[in-house]
Each structure stands twice: as C-alpha cells, then as structure tokens.
C-alpha cells in the first residue's frame, strides 16, 4: 500500500522556521518527482516546490523562492521542506505529493504571534 | 505563468443526474512533446486531493468510469455522467505543461441539492 506522511507542522511565530518531513512507502520512491502542494485554510491548492529523483533540480513557486529549500533523502524514502523566515501567508496544509498520483495527508503549519 | 480558471465555481446537483465543469488556461497546454498535461483532482470534505484525470481524458486507477475528461489546447471539460453522493467535494484543474510553476484552477464544488 503506496504511504507519504507527513510530520513537522505546528505553530510557529513569523520569522522562524519549521522542517517538514515526508516519509514514502509502498512505491518506489526513488523514480519520482516529489512536490510539496499547500492549501490555506479554507482556500484552493497551491503548488510549493518539486525536486527531481536524484535532487539535482528543484523548483519554487516565486512567493517561496529563498526562503524555502526542498530535498529528499532516497536512502530513506523521505522527503522534506526547509521552511525559513516564515511570514502569516505560509499559514496551511502542507501536501507531499508523488507528482500528483499519491499524497499524504497533509501537516498544517501555522504562523502566528 | 499560465492562469486557470473554471466554471462554475459551484454546483448543486441532483443524485443521479449528470454534472459538468469548465476550466480553462490563458494559453495552450500542449507541450512540445505532443502531449497535453491537463489533470482534474477531487478533493472530498476533510480529505487530501485524489488526482482522478491526468493528461486530458486518462483515467487513474480506482476512478469510476462516470468520470471522464475532455478537450484540448484551452479548453477542459471534466463530466459526472451520473452524480453519486460520494462525489460532493471540491474539483480542480491543474496544468503541468508550462512550469514552474504548477498552476490549480479555483476550484468547484459540488454538492446536492
């Protein structure tokens, strides 16, 4: 059974940082490009960052670029999202997808005073 | 970056009938390679998105055959041949021709009358 779960979300004050992990099973996660997909509360899906099988390109949607760095360890199935300088508009659900056929169940970060 | 938009952005329906969504992008997602990278995701009340449609009209696995997809260059139609009360929730397009970044249309949701 294919399996990405997500851990590392939680209540951050604005400026801080947060670490998302992604933990992949039941495929072989090597052969992927992996993305991070967030949804604020009550809103649409926005696609964050993808990263190539063997992490040697990584993408970012412009509102993330610099503070956000993705990266994955194939050895140990995982994926992650270094989140830096956080700011209000991070707030959401943070997806792990295998480039849309499977994804987590989401982690919800929040950044607030 | 390519803008998706989708009609209508809600849709009461009746149990049994069929149901249909619009969505469209600002330019034609057909890529290079003559593929058109168009996908449709559902997204049911407190779940993670489920892609149900990639590439205009395929079908992933799992999906029900009263799913389909159709179009091409800009225009998408996702089509519900008979609305079952499972299939209330939130639809989205996505494009993965002209990337990064990966772009969502608003979303529709559907639900019964």
């Known amino acids: 059974e294919v399996q990405l779960v997500e851990s590392g979300g939680g209540l951050v004050q604005p400026g801080g940082s947060l670490r998302l992990s992604c933990a992949a099973s039941g495929f072989t996660f090597s052969s992927y490009w992996m993305s991070w997909v967030r949804q604020a509360p009550g809103k649409g899906l926005e696609w964050v960052a993808n990263?190539?099988?063997?992490?040697?390109?990584?993408y970012y949607v412009d509102s993330v670029k610099g503070r956000f760095t993705i990266s994955r360890d194939n050895a140990k199935n995982s994926l992650y999202l270094q989140m830096n300088s956080l700011r209000a508009e991070d707030t959401a659900v943070y997806y792990c997808?295998?480039?849309?056929?499977?994804w987590g169940q989401g982690t919800l970060v929040t950044v607030s005073s | 970056d390519v803008v998706m938009t989708q009609s209508p952005l809600s849709l009461p329906v009746t149990l049994g009938q069929p149901a249909s969504i619009s969505c469209r992008s600002s330019?034609?997602?057909?890529?290079?390679?003559?593929?058109?990278?168009l996908n449709w995701f559902q997204q049911r009340p407190g779940q993670s998105p489920r892609r149900l449609i990639y590439k205009v009209s395929n079908r992933d696995s799992g999906v029900p055959d009263r799913f389909s997809g159709s179009g091409s260059g800009t225009d998408f139609t996702l089509k519900i041949s008979r609305v079952e009360a499972e299939d209330v929730g939130v639809y989205y397009c996505m494009q993965g021709t002209h990337w990064p970044p990966f772009t969502f249309g608003p979303g529709t949701k559907v639900d019964i009358k």
């Open positions: 997808t295998s480039g849309g056929d499977y």
């Open positions: 330019q034609s997602l057909v890529y290079s390679d003559g593929n058109t990278y």
């Open positions: 990263i190539k099988q063997d992490g040697s390109e990584k």
